[in-house]
């Protein structure tokens, strides 16, 4: 690590210090972790979701919740607030542009091929791309703004823009690093940007190129105390990762270590190419692909360091999924090399006879039809087998009420809970 994690370049934000009602030591620990998809227009009816997901978060029956995509910092304060009654202990950081990395990861390129050095050019500023960007941004205006014909509109969904605008970009796509890295600014903040930011920032910041300005999503809510918190953050492409941290403290005095996380997605298709600096030259999925399983060789390594001869629970979105066994319930191969590395790593929390099931799913309204896959996970390190009493899927019913259709779930995910014996 090349400085401590608590960067002075984040705030944060820990709440709840007093001591837990409860008196005897529990028996179980429930811990589930749920991806909110408050991302802007990238999750459909994010307005009605946004109104309802602190009071779905307060009414959780866990023990300890890992939450993901709750990007704005007003999400995680109506979040926290909502919920203090269930879980009076919280943890989140608050990030931005100007935040550093303070681990980095290692793609483990072959051959000569290294990490660039982070550029010192904003990127959009270089006369080859600048037409190009200037383009593109005109076409959303309009035709999938909010505001249609004024900069300070917003894309209405990353389904328009690829539907009207993608030829007006193309170029960038094959206009080496330069275009590459432009685009890589102008896609992430599609849906959460005003058009008169996006243009700013890519011609005049170096930095830019994270949705959100630079904010990480993830946050731990905790019925019990929250003790040596600390946020890493490591390199990400298009929005901001880190690894969050915390040890809860149960009543009888047991200590557990909770990982919060939510790895890159590995992401096809022309209009999502890899931009960053860590797929070893590789602009397409493979790319992304190198991006995740470093980023999951430093979370293995990090909680190895911190929890060496503890117990911990690693949970979130890891943007990777096993395939299904024959007979079961259809699910989806996402990112293997991930999923492989991470089970060999730790155990999953789920009891013999388990029948996994997809979390980000077809019969979701929200996803679009996607392939049904299971991408949101609770591990487990110093917990036998023995002690995983139960799994199961969360938030799967559309509860939602929508102006003029059908009610919608809260997320475009289905949250993921694990129950755990604490006996020896």
């Given amino acids: 690590m090349r400085s401590h994690p608590l960067s002075a370049l984040a705030l944060f934000t820990l709440v709840g210090c007093g001591a837990d009602p409860a ?8 811990v589930e972790t749920f991806n909110v998809g408050l991302a802007g227009a990238f999750v459909p009816n994010e307005a009605e979701r946004t109104r309802a997901v602190p009071t779905a978060v307060a009414g959780m029956s866990a023990d300890i919740v890992c939450l993901q995509e709750a990007w704005r910092q007003e ?21 931005d542009l100007n935040t550093a990395v303070t681990q980095e990861i290692n793609p483990m390129c072959t051959g000569s091929t290294t990490v660039p050095p982070e ?13 190009t960007f200037a383009a593109g941004i005109s076409c959303l205006i309009n035709n999938c703004s909010t505001m249609r014909g004024s900069e300070q509109g917003r894309t209405t969904s990353t389904a328009c823009a690829t539907a009207n605008c993608i030829g007006d970009v193309a170029s960038l796509l094959t206009a080496g690093a330069a275009g590459l890295r432009c685009y890589g600014c102008l896609a992430p903040q599609l849906t959460t940007e005003t058009f008169a930011s996006i243009r700013t920032s890519c011609t005049t910041n170096p ?9 990480s999503g993830t946050m731990i809510l905790s019925r019990y105390p929250l003790s040596e918190t600390e946020t890493v953050v490591i390199p990400g492409t298009w929005n901001r990762r880190v690894i969050t941290r915390a040890t809860a403290t149960l009543p009888g005095g047991a200590r557990v270590g909770v990982y919060c996380n939510h790895l890159s997605p590995v992401f096809e298709g022309v209009a999502f190419p890899y931009t960053g600096r860590y797929g070893c030259g590789d602009s397409g999925r493979d790319g992304w692909a190198r991006e995740q399983t470093a980023q999951a060789r430093e979370l293995i390594a990090y909680v190895r360091r911190r929890d060496a001869a503890g117990r911990a629970v690693i949970l979130g979105d890891f943007n990777t999924s096993p395939a299904s066994a024959p007979g ?27 029948v996994p099931r997809c979390t980000y799913c077809p019969d979701n309204v929200l996803t679009g039809n996607a392939a049904p ?31 003029g259709g059908a009610p919608v779930p809260l997320s475009d995910h289905y949250g993921m809970r694990a129950t755990l014996s604490l006996a020896p």
């Avoid at 930095?207 to 904010?215: D, E, I, V, Y």
């Avoid at 259809?330 to 991470?342: D, G, H, K, Q, V």
Wanted: aromatic share 10%; with cysteine.
């Fill in 373 to 403: 896959t299971w991408l949101d996970h609770v591990f487990l390190q110093g917990f036998s087998e023995a002690s995983v009493r139960a799994a199961e899927r969360t938030f799967t019913t559309p509860t939602v009420p929508v102006s």
């Fill in 207 to 215: 930095r830019a190129g994270l949705a959100f300005n630079g904010q």
């Fill in 328 to 354: 079961q319930p259809a699910i989806t191969e996402e990112a293997p090399e991930t999923y492989t590395l991470l089970r060999g790593a730790f155990r999953e929390a789920i009891p013999a006879g388990f």
């Fill in 75 to 95: 999400d995680k304060d109506a979040i926290t607030a909502a919920a203090r009654g269930r879980f009076p202990h919280a943890y989140s950081a608050q990030h």
């Fill in 23 to 30: 008196v005897t030591a529990p028996q179980t620990l429930v």
């Fill in 119 to 131: 550029p010192t050019t904003p990127p959009c500023a270089d006369p080859a791309v600048m037409g």
